[in-house]
């Protein structure tokens, strides 16, 4: 087999779902053609390869590209003052109902130009691809009108045509009460529903449509209404649910057939085995959690029994999780939510692949899906789990370069 690169002399987390734990191989190569993985396993087991470049790997690690499913990496403005605010005693909601919270951002977002959004965000997308990111998902939802709305989707994918990532957008137009639209949630929705969501599906610019499905968000029947929309122009739906209380907003996202869920720290059982009828992953954020010093965490123990995959994000964002490390974000998720380092790993890898709704393209190393890699320096995975402040990336690859 005639080969574009050849990874060899490496240990390997494939992270393919039918093998055991991380998929290890410990005398491993992997080979790439035309930006996708031809082979990846045992040495002894390879095909004849020939390569145009061969890369000896030294016996490093080799893990499936990291994806980020959970973002707010587009906005304007700064949110420290809030920070101080929530130091003092105030809690997330009162700020929010101050007029503070995600509508502060709102008015800093509106009045950013496309280009500023794109020198804005740049940096926080270079903190994740150095860490070896290389699928991103950029969630709209600090514009709240349709003009900054399509400002922010369009600024979400110039980071992809100014970077080598992947980078998935998604409408969260549905992210909090527009100041215009004060005391009329209901007419919001309206024209979520009625102007928004037809306009940015017909102009290709979000490949899904989010919700915050909460008592300072949106209620589930205005929830319903938006995934009926967007599933009528034809994208798939994602939730924000159970954060601060259980609104149910994951087994009425499940029944839209959602790719996932977030948040979930007040998840009841019935919401996490809706999420396993459906096939939803469980999208966890230990950096709000953490920020917020919640005491809650998810139910992991539920996820577990009812065989919910569950993936791990910064969520990025200007108020409750400034984090652009996932490297920190797996360290959280063990500490915080007692997650194995296994599922950690998996929880950036394979099971963020399937909150996007890729894991048939991305996530794991496998014959057919895209060759992107991350090449660590370390003994063994559960480093990548266990330091904080470390970064042990030897290189990145994506699609195959």
């Known amino acids: 087999m005639r080969c574009d690169t050849l990874w060899r002399n490496a240990r390997l987390a494939t992270l393919a779902s039918d093998a055991s734990g991380l998929g290890e191989v410990m005398d491993g190569v992997v080979a790439a053609v035309g930006g996708r993985i031809a082979y990846a396993g045992p040495a002894d087991e390879a095909p004849a390869l020939e390569a145009n470049t061969v890369v000896d790997c030294d016996e490093r690690w080799i893990t499936p590209g990291l994806i980020d499913c959970h973002t707010h990496l587009v906005w304007a403005g700064s949110r420290a003052r809030e920070f101080e605010m929530r130091l003092a005693g105030e809690s997330y909601e009162a700020i929010a109902r101050a007029g503070g919270g995600i509508v502060a951002t709102v008015a800093a977002t509106r009045a950013a130009s496309e280009i500023d959004l794109v ?66 949630a209901d007419g919001y929705i309206d024209l979520i529903c009625g102007a928004m969501i037809p306009a940015i599906a017909e102009a290709g610019l979000a490949v899904s449509v989010d919700a915050f499905c909460e008592t300072i968000g949106f209620t589930p029947d205005q929830t319903r209404r938006v995934f009926a929309a967007a599933v009528a122009a034809g994208l798939p739906v994602k939730i924000h649910a159970e954060q601060l209380s259980n609104q149910h907003g994951a087994t009425l996202a499940a029944g839209f057939g959602a790719q996932s869920a977030d948040h979930l720290e007040h998840l009841d059982e019935a919401g996490a085995a809706a999420l396993a009828s459906a096939g939803a992953a469980a999208v966890l954020l230990p950096g709000a959690y953490y920020f917020l010093r919640d005491t809650r965490p998810p139910p992991i123990d539920s996820l577990r029994r009812h065989g919910v995959a569950m993936a791990l994000a910064t969520d990025c964002n200007p108020g409750t999780s400034p984090l652009t490390s996932l490297l920190l974000t797996m360290n959280m998720g063990a500490t915080l939510f007692r997650l194995t380092v296994e599922e950690c790993i998996a929880g950036i890898t394979r099971n963020a692949a399937q909150a996007l709704g890729l894991q048939d393209r991305i996530g794991t190393l496998e014959t057919g899906k895209a060759c992107d890699l991350a090449i660590w320096d370390i003994e063994r995975p559960a480093e990548l789990v266990y330091r904080m402040g470390f970064n042990p990336l030897h290189a990145r690859v994506w699609s195959g370069l």
């Open 119 to 184: 020198d804005q965000a740049l940096p926080r997308l270079d903190a994740l691809i150095a860490e070896g990111a290389t699928t991103v998902e950029i969630k709209s939802g600090y514009g709240l009108d349709l003009e900054t709305e399509i400002r922010l989707l369009r600024a979400a994918r110039t980071l992809g045509e100014r970077r080598a990532v992947t980078i998935r957008p998604t409408f969260l137009g549905a992210h909090a009460l527009p100041p215009e639209f004060a005391g009329d």
